[in-house]
């Protein structure tokens, strides 16, 4: 039996985004994103087994997309749970299996988290050119992470820690370690003693499941983002950019937040290019009066506070991804995803009703 579906006019979501957008400049609030709150922590995508414990209570549950987690709260995947949450705009974090993940700042301008055991990645962009930080606790040291880049963190039961810089630069431990592109910093400290460190080369074949995983979604989360409605994207250049690199966007067709870049090209840490974006009508203004992140220098020009300034991230004459042929366009706001993607981005099983994974 066929339904007959209605569906919402473009314009009367283009019209709630302005709605949320102006009530947000009302409040004084900068929004860094749209639809979501302006913090870190937000589940874009769950499978398997996750479960959270607020702050504030003793009780466990199970997380579900669209979760916001909060200062103090504490997270756990189980043998088949996976989860992945936004940071920043343009800056994620995935944990693999059996991982035990506390949250103890959720603000952009102070993201620290505490990783007790299990496995992160984290794909991180735009934190140079905002002067953004990501701080990491290991039950062995700290890891601090200023630079665009793609990091891995393993938490092993014994003592044992691991810091992968596939690209980027790591910070480690109270000495300010430097673990460049392409090393890893092993970390182990027994009882009270001071933590151990030892540089290495990564081994070309230090690649597993959790890797291929994580590189799946950044491609498709690029897919989401070259899906999202023209009409969408332009709206985004009729407003200012309130000194950001871009905003998380909601497609619905793949049932995930995106990231829509402001100004020039940008890739992913791993390489892969955002092909919609869009320019704020204070770009080339805020461009040429505020500062600059350049990729020749290294850091930011001297001058004045930062603005939106003009991010120059590589981008690729051609992309080796292909749109999907099924499904809408994707818009702002909210919806759920088409049953096509189910195999490629959508929730996933939320592992049960409530309780600690296991």
């Known amino acids: 039996m066929l339904r007959r579906i209605k569906l919402v006019p473009p314009t009367l979501i283009l019209l709630a985004f302005f709605g ?41 549950k199970s997380v579900l997309k669209d979760t916001q987690l909060a200062d103090g709260d504490q997270l756990e995947t189980g043998i088949t749970g996976r989860v992945e949450l936004l940071l920043n705009p343009g800056s994620y974090m995935r944990l693999a299996q059996r991982s035990k993940l506390t949250i103890h700042q959720t603000d952009f301008e ?15 962009s735009n934190l140079e050119q905002q002067r953004l930080m990501i701080e990491i606790a290991t039950p062995e040291s700290s890891i601090k992470f200023k630079k665009n880049g793609l990091y891995r963190i393993d938490v092993a039961s014994e003592g044992k820690s691991t810091v992968t810089v596939l690209r980027g630069k790591a910070i480690v431990g109270s000495n300010a370690l430097t673990v460049k592109k392409g090393q890893k910093a092993l970390i182990s400290r027994a009882g009270n003693a001071s933590p151990q460190y030892q540089i290495a080369k990564i081994a070309k074949d230090e690649v597993d499941s959790f890797d291929a995983w994580s590189k799946q979604r ?57 092909r919609n974006r869009c320019y704020p009508i204070d770009w080339y203004r805020n461009y040429n009066d505020y500062n600059v992140f350049s990729n020749t220098g290294g850091g930011w020009n001297s001058g004045s506070s930062i603005g939106s300034g003009g991010y120059k991230a590589d981008f690729p004459s051609t992309s080796t991804y292909s749109s999907p042929t099924t499904g809408d366009r994707g818009s702002y706001g909210g919806g759920t995803p088409s049953p096509s993607t189910s195999s490629s981005g959508s929730s996933g099983s939320t592992g049960g009703r409530g309780g600690r994974v296991q």
Do not use: H
């Open 218 to 274: 950044a491609e498709l989360l690029a897919l989401a983002n070259q899906r999202l409605s023209r009409r969408l994207v332009s709206s985004f250049s009729q407003r200012p950019s309130y000194g950001m690199f871009g905003v998380w966007v909601y497609n619905s067709l793949y049932g995930c937040y995106t990231y829509l870049p402001f100004g020039w090209g940008f890739s992913s840490p791993y390489g892969i290019s955002y």
């Open 110 to 124: 102070d993201m620290r988290f505490g990783l007790i055991a299990g496995t992160m990645i984290i794909e991180a």
């Open 20 to 60: 949320i957008l102006t009530t947000k400049i009302a409040n004084a609030q900068v929004p860094y994103s749209y639809g979501i709150s302006a913090k870190a922590g937000y589940v874009n995508f769950v499978e398997g087994g996750v479960a959270y414990k607020q702050s504030n209570k003793d009780q466990w």
